[in-house]
């Protein structure tokens, strides 16, 4: 798999171009008057939540080779982490974000030295089982003070500074655009780099890498720490956007909507990540209507959850575009530029 | 030491469940070295599928054996039209396929037969055995049907040809298939008769923990715990260790944990054992040749 896009020149124009877009779509508020706006807000700022966590995984699974499907585990920690900090501790939510963050990297980091000895199945075999086993040990009794057990936390959403004239919902989508912006820009610069390379190097032939000298434990295990640590930022954005933990909301499902939203954007692709993020959650949305008009269109007695949207999905993608769908209009435009060279 | 006691049997109990879980991991394993993720929400699935037949009037036993051979031809057919083509496809398109498929079968499971929990008919009767209070017969029999089905397994893959077949496709395919052995179909049969295993443990568990299609994730789990005990490319094996895993957790969970970390205890142990000894207590180190 060649990496050429981080090497194309004006990837960086297209790149501001976009998050520029991103960035002006909360000042339609100012214009329009739909009820339903600050709905939209929360669904956009769900969206970056959903684009970041995808963007941790693909760090380790697209780029490092490594299949996790315990990523709700270290977006938990993240989203306890922060509301922990926020409630308990009182520290602003700018603060709770990065510490999140680095309580994360500590928590993958740690669980990428087993992960280290086990490859492919074996590797997602024991994510899956903390994935499975996660919900349960949020709930126990002998940390239930701080997490609040089965009940979970309440927390505050944060107020926008004085001398913005931003309501709620469009103050917290700037936080996490900016959030978004920030590690976009660090996973793409480390990419380009010499750990980018080192990486990918591990993850296309880790004896060779070793070969050449790449300490691939010391990398495998820093790669499983960033990215638990930016899919624990996400969770720590989910936290202050929702203002609520509970324990049933980290999942297995959570780990699989990950893995939906990296397949569909594309494994290996940077805006594959938001391509991701934003497809979980209008599926999630618009899951009731995708039923109703499946219903319709197939005469079907059952309604359809999303769940099977999902799953055939997943698979229609692995058969037919197994690049995703970053992957697949890079191989339109591929295909577009041969027809117009030969004529 | 009653309470022990008690403890110990209903491990063994829960042990036979798990090592029938284990044991279509393994089948699946041994013949195409994929960890199948959607093993326990396809006998979740496959017990539904009795449940809606018992209720429509068919006797246990009946609808048991129907059950079994719809679930043997389920598997054969998700072998040929969806995992056949992925042969030779990177471990994540596996992986994604098996999540892929948990979730269809979850979601549609739901679907037809909606989210609440169901009583599922145990064919043993729930008394006491020996009056003391110690095993049930519907323990005795969940323990003598893993058993039998046991040994009817060892009989097939040791004395005949089907079953010498398969796991001669198994340990050296190009071999095999030079013999005149079809490994394509052998390794679809591995999945067939994996998804009968895995009904089977699926129509055990359901009296007991009640039938809904989350019911087999937990146990997943412990299958896996269990295979991996026994070591993953080893049935006999995955039998002990599935029955070891089951002691284990349930006098674990009593005297030491609780039992709300139960499935913590599943994530140590499946850690442990890959890290320690990952070759499990009766399987073979493989030695790669580079």
Not at chain 1, 46 to 51: D, E, K, N, V
Not at chain 1, 229 to 239: E, K, P, R, Y
Not at chain 1, 288 to 300: C, G, N, P, R, V
Not at chain 2, 176 to 188: E, I, T
Request: glycine residues 12%.
């Amino acid at each position: 798999m060649a990496r050429s896009w981080a090497t194309k020149p004006h990837i960086g124009l297209w790149a501001i171009g976009f998050w520029v877009v991103l960035a002006a779509l909360p000042l339609i508020g100012f214009v329009s008057d739909s009820p339903s706006f600050d709905y939209y807000l929360f669904m956009g700022q769900s969206m970056l939540i959903y684009a970041i966590a995808v963007l941790g995984l693909n760090l380790l699974i697209g780029f490092n080779g490594q299949i996790s499907l315990g990523h709700s585990a270290f977006f938990a920690v993240g989203a306890y982490a922060a509301a922990i900090l926020m409630v308990h501790a009182s520290v602003p939510y700018w603060l709770a974000i990065p510490l999140a963050g680095i309580v994360c990297f500590g928590a993958g980091f740690l669980f990428g030295f087993p992960a280290l000895k086990l490859e492919g199945h074996y590797l997602a075999l024991a994510t899956f089982t903390l994935a499975i086993a996660v919900p349960q040990l949020l709930k126990h009794k002998s940390i239930a003070g701080w997490t609040g057990g089965v009940g979970g936390v309440l927390l505050d959403k944060p107020d926008p500074p004085s001398f913005l004239p931003l309501s709620v919902d469009q103050f917290l989508y700037y936080v996490c655009l900016i959030v978004a912006m920030a590690l976009f820009w660090i996973v793409f610069n480390l990419l380009r780099g010499r750990s980018g390379r080192a990486m990918m190097a591990i993850r296309d032939h880790a004896m060779a890498a070793g070969t050449m000298g790449i300490d691939t434990a010391l990398y495998k295990t820093m790669t499983f720490g960033v990215s638990a640590a930016i899919t624990g930022m996400a969770g720590a954005l989910s936290a202050i956007t929702v203002a609520y933990v509970a324990p049933d909301s980290f999942t297995l499902q959570l780990s699989i909507s990950f893995l939906v939203g990296l397949v569909v954007g594309g494994i290996a692709s940077l805006p594959g990540c938001l391509i991701g993020g934003a497809f979980i959650v209008l599926v999630q949305n618009s899951s009731q209507s995708i039923s109703d008009w499946m219903k319709d269109a197939f005469s079907l007695r059952y309604d359809v959850p999303a769940w099977a949207i999902y799953g055939t999905l997943l698979l229609l993608l692995m058969f037919f575009l197994p690049n995703g769908l970053a992957g697949g209009i890079a191989a339109i435009r591929g295909l577009l530029s041969r027809v117009t060279q030969k004529t | 030491m009653e309470f022990f006691i008690q403890q110990i049997v209903a491990g063994l109990t829960n042990g036979a469940i798990y090592a029938c879980v284990a044991l279509g991991l393994v089948m699946i394993y041994v013949s195409t070295d994929h960890i199948n993720f959607a093993q326990g929400e396809m006998a979740m699935f496959a017990t539904f599928l009795a449940w809606a037949m018992i209720d429509a009037g068919v006797p246990y036993w009946v609808a048991f054996g129907l059950t079994i051979m719809v679930a043997f031809f389920g598997g054969l057919f998700i072998q040929r039209v969806i995992l056949k083509p992925l042969e030779n496809a990177p471990v994540l398109a596996l992986v994604v396929c098996f999540i892929a498929l948990l979730s269809i079968f979850n979601a549609i499971a739901g679907m037809i037969w909606s989210f609440t929990i169901k009583q599922f008919p145990s064919p043993f009767p729930s008394r006491d055995l020996f009056g003391n209070g110690l095993v049930s017969a519907q323990q005795l029999g969940v323990v003598a049907v893993t058993l039998v089905m046991l040994g009817l397994l060892t009989v097939f893959f040791r004395y005949t040809t089907l079953g010498l077949a398969m796991r001669a496709a198994a340990q050296n395919a190009s071999s095999a298939r030079l013999m005149g052995v079809r490994v394509s179909w052998m390794l679809a049969l591995g999945w067939g008769l994996a998804s009968g295993i895995g009904a089977i443990a699926g129509m055990l568990v359901a009296p007991i923990v009640f039938l809904d299609p989350n019911m087999m994730a937990g146990i997943l789990v412990y299958g896996f715990a269990g295979a991996l005990v026994g070591g993953i490319a080893n049935p006999l094996g995955a039998v002990a260790g599935g029955f070891i895993v089951g002691v284990l957790e349930n006098i674990v969970g009593s005297y030491v944990i609780g039992n709300e970390l139960k499935l913590s205890f599943a994530l140590v142990m499946v850690i442990g054992v890959l890290l320690l000894k990952p070759a499990g207590l009766f399987g073979r180190v493989i030695v790669r040749r580079v």
